[in-house]
């Protein structure tokens, strides 16, 4: 390698909330929407917080195939997980988080949900704080 080259890692991540774990929500969804919703947030858009893969992305990505891509992204749109439009010949996903509130006894109060937009979940995260 010359000097000249240069090496780059893609160093982009994005987050889960433990919340969905630990709640059920990842089990009861199962494997193959899990990986759906996975694959659909590391495409996200950092700004809008829109995402859109093809199904056949989608598919290739993840190593599932395209029926059950279109079985799992209803499953999650039923789950008021992500919402799907239609532009053109694309689908335009955004992805929803929802957030449980607890109070100081630890009993759940309310759910917060909201877009995911990965530029505003640090504000979005401290506005809840606020809240409680």
Known sequence: MSDNNKLIADTSFFSVFRELIDNGTVSELGVYAWTTYTVIKSYTNYNSGEA????????????????????????????????????????????TEIVTLNDDDNQAVAKATFNYVPSQIKDTLAELRDVL
């Open 52 to 95: 859109f893969p093809s199904i056949g992305t989608i598919a290739s990505k993840s190593g599932i195939s395209e029926v059950e891509i279109k079985r799992s992204l209803k499953k999650l749109e039923e789950k008021g997980l992500l919402k799907k439009r239609k532009e053109g010949r694309s689908n335009i996903y955004t992805l």
